[in-house]
Structures are given as structure tokens and as C-alpha cells.
């Protein structure tokens, strides 16, 4: 596919011979700097940043590393290269070739997915906007940046679905994109984990480790779509998420790595502006949990018939995981409070689509809770960090409205109310928090609550004059 860097909109689209949608598309364009101006990290936009450009879409060579300031940032339309006959592979229309035009009965269903993930990149940018002037040091600072800007990518990448296959609706919902925000009483963002406020860095760090997971999932179920166009969009999208993960695991399992330093040689964390791991603790609670919910409904009609239809496949569908690939005359077991007792659940598995996506998620925040376990073993802490049930503190789904402890044992109601502070933060801790959380600028320097990273970007040093600050 012809990569063409030259024209106002980066892509491998072919966008200059479409010149309605090249037209349209850079309509929109002002209008995503206008929102990334007024909601955006605006704050910063005189400041050099060392960012990641996607460029291509080939192994090993996609991107370009260099200084930029992010008004300036070249924010391109990528797909993954497209397989040669490429058949649908799981749900009702299993062996049809891919789409590659909308079958007009699945069209509000796919728009309503395109635009549920299209909303989430925006959300996390207007979360973030303000997080640049406590960062705890030049990489985070860096790293915080490029996030935004390819959240800002990935908008771009559902933008570009919407403009090009959904004609007029299409249009208006990519207007509709930067009209809704973070937090708003009348327009809010429409997932929850959307809504909530971010922060503090702590609080940064949970939301790239475990909010940013849910997109690796959600995307990665896209990226089996029998709609060939999504399927190779999210699979690009996909290529750039892993470092944004890798800023959460790597940020919390530094912040437990100085906690345990001073633990070790008898230093109370909060006498010296770094966070204890009781605090920790309540900040995944709360994190791990809210994206638990993004998963939706673990019994979910909606789900059932993404899958049915073809346009929404289980975590790597396509590398024939699963016996059954359409998913039939199978039941999903799980467990439910009932009467105060945990009682045996079983779900048509069509339906119970997102609490598989949830069980192989919730495996992978299990490995990095196991990592950061690790970094205190080997500072001789025995303390160890949880990672809450799938039932623990839910608001969507079958368990929202019962009570359960972080194991996931079911509570009465007023147990758990009483009980709540020892789960999630206080009004004072989070203020302690925020009070741990200095600006560093100094090269190769960090705030006293986080430790260094153990590598570079781009194999540049740890010191690298990331962001050009003066
Ligand atoms: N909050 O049938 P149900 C990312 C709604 S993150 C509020 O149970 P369904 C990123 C739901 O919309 C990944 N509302 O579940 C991360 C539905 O409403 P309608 C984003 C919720 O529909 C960090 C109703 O409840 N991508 O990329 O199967 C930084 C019943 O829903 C919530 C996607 O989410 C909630 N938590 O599943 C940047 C992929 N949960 O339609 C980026 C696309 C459910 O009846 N989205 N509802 O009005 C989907 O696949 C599905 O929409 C969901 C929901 C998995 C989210």
C-alpha cells in the first residue's frame, strides 16, 4: 500500500484519490486542533517533545523518533496491510470472504462500536490535560505526551471509518467526538472510566496499566472483525497501544520499587513524599475495577450479537484458539451472589462474549500484578499486592448492585459500607497523594516517589533531553 507523507493528512488510504473524503476529512482537521487546543495538553505546546511518529505500517520500520512540538504532530490514517482473501472467521457468516463496504443491516451496530472506541481516545487526552506540570521527570513527561498524541491517532483512525463509510451519520458522530467531554453533567464521554478525573501521576499509571489494557482487548476483538477496513485499523492501533501499557506496568512497578527501597531501610514512605503500599493497593482497587466494567455486560445480547453476525470475535479468534468458532450450544459458567451465598451461573456462551474478553484480560493484569509483586520480594518485602475479583465494586453487569470483598466473597450491604475505606481512598489520601506529585526537570532526575526506569526510549539514555523544557 502507497504510503503518502507529503499531503496534509498522512495515510496509506489512497486519500488523494478520493477527493470527497480527502475534502471532508480535512475539514475535520482544524477542527481536532481546535479540540486539542481547548482540551488537550495545550499547556505545552511551545515544549520539544521527543515523540514517536507512525510513518508506515511495516515490521520494524513504522515509526519516526525525533523532536516535535505537538500542535505540529503528524497525526496520519494507517491500516495494517490487508491479507490477501481474508474470510470471516468465527460467528453465523463464518467462511465469507471480509467486507469491505458495511452490509447496510449491520450498520448501526458497527457504528455504534466505531464510535464507543472512537470516544474512549479523546476522553483519556481531556483526562490527562493536566498532568504535564507535576510530571516526576523528563521520560514521564515524554511518555505522558506520547500517549496523547496517539490517543489523538487512534481518533483519527475512527474518524477516518466513520468519514469514509457512513456517509452524512458518519459525519456528524466524528463532529460529535469533539463535542462530547471527559467529566461533563450534560455531555459526558460514554464509557464510565471515561468520566472519572486523572489527576495525579499514581492515578496515570493505573489508568495506562489497566484502562489502556481494556483497549489492547477491545481492540484486539476488533481487530478480528469481519469488516476488513476495522479489523486492519484496531490491528495497527494495537502496534502503537503496547507502549502505552507498558508506561502503567513499568510506572507502577517503579512506584513499588521506591516504596520498597525506603521500606527496606526503615523509611516510612509518607515522611518522605512517596507512596505506601496500603495507598497502592486502593488506587488498583479502584482502577482495575472501573475497567472491569468497560468490558460491558457478562451476559450481553449486544455482545451475542456482535459475535453473531461476525463483527466483534473473541481474544485472538483468528489464531484458533476456540473449537467452536461459531460459538454454539455452549454455556459459560461463573458464580453470582445469591441470598448472600455464591450460586452457579451458566450463560449461553454467545452471550457471555465479554466476560470471556474480561477472563483473558484479568489474566494479564494478574501477570503484572504478579510483576510488581515481585519488585517487593526481591527488596524483602513480604507484603503483597491484590488484584480485586471481577466482582469486586461493580457497576455494570451481573454483579452491579450486590456486595462482595476484593476476593470476591459475597458481603452484606452495610459490611461493605462500613468497610469501604479500607478498600479505596479517602479524601486525605488522595490529597496526600496529590501533595507527593513535584514537577522534575532536571535530566536524569525524578521525584522522590518513583523510581528511575531501567531503559531509555529509543535506546536513548535514561538522561536523554526528552522534552526541551527551556
Ligand atoms: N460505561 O450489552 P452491554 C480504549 C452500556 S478502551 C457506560 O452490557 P456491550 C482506550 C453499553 O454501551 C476500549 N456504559 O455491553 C483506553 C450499552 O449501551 P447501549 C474502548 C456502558 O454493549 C485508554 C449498555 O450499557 N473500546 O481503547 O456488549 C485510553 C448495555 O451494554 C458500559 C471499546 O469499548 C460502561 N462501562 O459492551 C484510550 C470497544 N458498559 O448500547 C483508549 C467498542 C456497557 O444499550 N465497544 N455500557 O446504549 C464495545 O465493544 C461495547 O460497546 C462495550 C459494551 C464493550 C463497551
Same mark, same amino acid.
Given at each position: ?5 507529503? !499531503? ?7 486519500? =488523494? ?10 475539514? /475535520? ?70 467486507? &469491505? ?21 479523546? $476522553? ?17 513527561? #515524554? ?11 487512534? *481518533?483519527?483512525?475512527?474518524?477516518? *471509518? ?14 460529535? *467526538?469533539?463535542?462530547? @467531554? !471527559? ?5 459526558? #464521554?460514554?464509557?464510565? =472510566? ?6 495525579? /501521576?499514581?492515578?496515570?499509571? +493505573? ?51 521506591? &516504596? ?6 526503615? &523509611? ?8 505506601? *503500599? ?8 479502584? /482502577? ?12 450481553? !445480547?449486544? $455482545? ?46 454467545? @452471550? ?12 494479564? +493484569? ?33 454483579? =452491579? ?24 481512598? !479517602? ?15 532536571? #535530566?536524569?532526575?525524578?521525584?522522590? /516517589?518513583? $523510581? ?19
Amino acid at each position: 500500500m502507497a504510503i503518502d507523507l507529503q !499531503s496534509k493528512i498522512p495515510n496509506n488510504v489512497d486519500l =488523494a484519490n478520493d477527493r470527497k473524503l480527502q475534502r471532508a476529512l480535512e475539514e /475535520w482537521q482544524p477542527k481536532f486542533i481546535e479540540w486539542w487546543m481547548e482540551t488537550g495538553p495545550s499547556d505545552f505546546k511551545d515544549l520539544d517533545i521527543y515523540l514517536r511518529t507512525a510513518v508506515g505500517v511495516g515490521k520494524g520500520g513504522w515509526a519516526n523518533f525525533g523532536h516535535v512540538k505537538m500542535p505540529d504532530y503528524r497525526w496520519g490514517i494507517f491500516l495494517a496491510e490487508p491479507e490477501p482473501e481474508r474470510k470471516i472467521h468465527f460467528g453465523d457468516p463464518l467462511g465469507e470472504p471480509v467486507w &469491505t463496504l458495511v452490509p447496510g443491516e449491520l450498520r448501526g451496530r458497527l457504528r455504534r462500536l466505531i464510535v464507543t472506541q472512537g470516544d474512549t481516545e479523546p $476522553a483519556s487526552v481531556e483526562q490527562q490535560r493536566l498532568l504535564g506540570h507535576t510530571a516526576p521527570s523528563l521520560i514521564d513527561l #515524554r511518555n505522558l505526551f506520547q500517549v496523547n498524541v496517539e490517543e489523538g491517532r487512534h *481518533l483519527w483512525a475512527m474518524v477516518y *471509518l466513520l468519514h469514509k463509510y457512513f456517509g452524512a451519520d458518519g459525519r456528524d458522530e466524528a463532529e460529535d *467526538l469533539l463535542r462530547r @467531554r !471527559s467529566g461533563d453533567t450534560d455531555n459526558p #464521554r460514554i464509557l464510565q =472510566a471515561f468520566n472519572k478525573p486523572v489527576e495525579d /501521576w499514581l492515578t496515570f499509571f +493505573c489508568f495506562t496499566a489497566f484502562t489502556d489494557r481494556d483497549g489492547k482487548y477491545q481492540l484486539a476483538a476488533l481487530a478480528e472483525s469481519g469488516f476488513d477496513p476495522l479489523a486492519r485499523s484496531t490491528q495497527f492501533m494495537l502496534t502503537e497501544e503496547a507502549h502505552h501499557l507498558s508506561v502503567g506496568e513499568n510506572g507502577i512497578g517503579r512506584v513499588v520499587q521506591r &516504596t520498597a527501597e525506603l521500606m527496606k531501610e526503615g &523509611t516510612d514512605p509518607r515522611k518522605v513524599g512517596a507512596i505506601p *503500599l496500603d495507598i497502592i493497593q486502593k488506587f488498583i482497587n479502584d /482502577w482495575s475495577t472501573s475497567s472491569y466494567d468497560l468490558f460491558g455486560g457478562e451476559d450481553s !445480547s449486544n $455482545a451475542a450479537e456482535a459475535f453473531a453476525v461476525g463483527l466483534k470475535g473473541r481474544y485472538r479468534e483468528g489464531d484458533g484458539l476456540y473449537k467452536d468458532p461459531r460459538a454454539l450450544n455452549q454455556v459459560y459458567s461463573t458464580e453470582i451472589e445469591e441470598n448472600g451465598k455464591l450460586t452457579k451461573l451458566e450463560i449461553p456462551l454467545r @452471550r457471555a462474549m465479554n466476560a470471556l474478553l474480561l477472563d483473558a484480560y484479568r489474566a494479564d +493484569c494478574v501477570r503484572i500484578v504478579d510483576r510488581w509483586n515481585r519488585v517487593l520480594a526481591t527488596h524483602g518485602i513480604t507484603q503483597k499486592l491484590v488484584l480485586p475479583s471481577v466482582r469486586f465494586n461493580r457497576q455494570i453487569g451481573i454483579h =452491579a448492585g450486590r456486595s462482595y470483598d476484593p476476593d470476591g466473597q459475597p458481603l452484606q450491604r452495610d459490611e461493605w459500607a462500613r468497610r469501604k475505606t479500607e478498600w479505596f481512598s !479517602s479524601d486525605d489520601e488522595r490529597a496526600y497523594v496529590k501533595s507527593c506529585m513535584v514537577k522534575v526537570h532536571e #535530566r536524569g532526575k525524578f521525584a522522590n /516517589w518513583v $523510581a528511575p526506569p531501567a531503559t531509555g526510549i529509543n535506546e536513548q539514555p535514561v538522561d536523554f533531553e526528552y522534552v526541551k523544557v527551556h
